[in-house]
């Protein structure tokens, strides 16, 4: 089955403690993001990346870092998490960035969203 | 740049009547716009999405939404509301450029009324 999976699905942890949440997809894209969604302002892309080795912000990276060493991976990693991380956090994939004029390649899927709390 | 506006943080009808969503953007580039339906404690499903092929986009659940280039509109509509149509839904802009950042509106809530 076609999927985005991120783990943990909630995670409550303390500040400072170091933690990654993972994403993984199974249908070979190129592009993935992170995004965090609060309460009256949507979701908010966090990274965004291109394809392998390729990474770049999005409008609130301050406080996350992301790798991309492998195409069906891209983990969110919050080397000092506080309190303003407390957020839902979603994955997501297209085969491309829209960079491409073939437009059915820019629709993203979604993973199932983790919520985490910080402490 | 690129940016998204919906119109109205919450929408509440009666359930039968029609349904009305809006969305303003902006766009440096030509775009690529979407509509996203989250329902409570449930992820993001892709209700249906513009790609200059045509202007007037029909989705599922019975959803469509009109581009119109003159008002940079992509307003959501649906005839008939359902009880199950209860959720948060997302107006969304990708601009197809070389920075691909993808800009989320704010949302708006859907209620319906019995």
């Known amino acids: 089955e076609a999927q985005v999976t991120q783990n943990p699905r909630y995670l409550i942890t303390v500040t400072g403690k170091k933690l990654t949440v993972t994403c993984s997809q199974n249908?070979?894209?190129?592009?993935m993001s992170w995004y965090r969604q609060d309460p009256g302002l949507g979701l908010r892309q966090i990274y965004y990346s291109m394809n392998v080795e390729v990474t770049d912000k999005g409008d609130v990276p301050e406080g996350y870092k992301v790798s991309r060493k492998e195409k069906r991976n891209f983990p969110l990693i919050l080397e000092s998490p506080s309190p303003n991380q407390t957020s839902l956090y979603f994955c997501a994939s297209s085969l491309d960035g829209g960079v491409a004029w073939d437009t059915r390649r820019d629709t993203q899927y979604f993973g199932p969203g983790t919520r985490l709390t910080v402490l | 740049a690129q940016s998204v506006t919906q119109l109205d943080s919450h929408v509440s009808v009666s359930e039968g009547t029609p349904v009305l969503l809006r969305c303003n953007y902006s766009s440096s580039y030509s775009p690529s716009l979407f509509w996203y339906v989250q329902h409570p404690n449930k992820g993001l499903q892709l209700l249906l999405k513009?790609?200059?092929?045509?202007?007037l986009v029909k989705g599922i659940n019975g959803f469509e939404a009109e581009f119109k280039k003159s008002e940079t509109s992509f307003h959501l509509t649906k005839p008939s509301a359902h009880m199950s149509d209860a959720a948060e839904y997302f107006c969304v802009v990708s601009a197809r450029s070389s920075a691909s950042k993808i800009i989320f509106g704010s949302g708006t809530r859907l209620s319906i009324r019995p």
């Open positions: 249908m070979n894209h190129e592009y």
């Open positions: 513009y790609t200059s092929a045509a202007t």
